[in-house]
């Protein structure tokens, strides 16, 4: 049966409730999406007003050129060698936390919500022009710890795995337009049976978690200490 967006939403954060109940820190960095801030906010209501847990949105120009993107990057770097140059002082990040606060300190708000939103100093080619909104803000932290939350603000982790997803399953490829069916679009290799698409899920999952190293050369699971190397994919399966 086909299930409404927002109850798969609130479905998935109760079920990161249940899973993270033992974390001591959450820090949630969102897209901006209402549906998302609201299931959110309802699953860890107690943990956000017990100061445990805290939600920020995270914009990013995605529209740009590459050309546009390497114009941005080099203004914010040269941005940072004159606050360097100014605060000889300051350790690199120290400095990064100055850059931060000032954009605090201008953060202009949008929306109905009246959200304030600071520009990031520091944008990279797979997040440029990226803004962040802090959505549970109490007003309880200091403005170096909220800097340096911010600064922590990316999507790229998970923009990362959904485009594994894509390039490496075919049956989860992005849709194709076809000129012929007036801007309509097709999905060339879907699955004929959905619970297929389930098991080739959770096969990448275990492969992208315990034998996909980063650029790092590292697999999540070796980040978090839990292995000392990568798992070959045939013992993943089983073979």
């Known amino acids: 049966m086909q299930v409404r967006n927002e ?17 001591q820190k959450l820090r949630f960095f969102m897209d901006q999406e209402s549906g998302i801030r ?29 050309e546009e993107k390497r114009k941005i990057i080099k203004a914010s770097r040269e941005i940072f060698a004159e606050k360097r140059a100014e605060n ?10 100055l850059m ?10 949008f929306g109905k919500w009246s959200d304030r939103w600071a520009l990031h100093p520091f944008p990279n080619q797979a997040e440029p022009q990226k803004a962040v909104c802090y959505l549970t803000d109490f ?5 170096d710890h909220k800097a340096r939350l911010f600064l922590k603000a990316t999507l790229h ?3 990362r795995f959904f485009m594994s997803i894509r390039r490496r399953l075919n049956m989860l490829e992005r ?7 007036a801007g309509r679009t097709w999905y060339g290799y879907s699955a004929y049976q959905p619970a297929n698409i389930e098991k080739l899920l959770v096969v990448f999952r275990a492969y992208y978690n315990y034998g996909l190293p980063g650029a790092d050369g590292k ?5 978090l200490g839990l292995l000392d190397g990568p798992v070959d994919a045939a013992e993943l399966l089983g073979m």
């Open 100 to 109: 931060m606060k000032e954009q605090l300190a201008m953060a202009a708000e």
């Open 157 to 159: 982790p998970i923009d």
């Open 88 to 97: 000889p002082e300051l350790m690199d990040f120290e400095v990064q936390v």
């Open 38 to 66: 609201a299931a959110c906010l309802a699953a860890f209501e107690d943990e956000i007003a017990e100061r445990r847990a805290d939600a920020f949105f995270v914009r990013l120009g995605k529209e740009l050129t590459v």
């Open 7 to 23: 109850y798969t939403m609130y479905a998935h954060f109760f079920y990161l409730h249940d899973l993270l109940g033992g974390a």
């Open 139 to 143: 007003g309880d932290y200091d403005e």
């Open 219 to 223: 697999t999540p699971a070796m980040r």
């Open 175 to 181: 849709p194709i337009g076809t000129s012929s069916k």
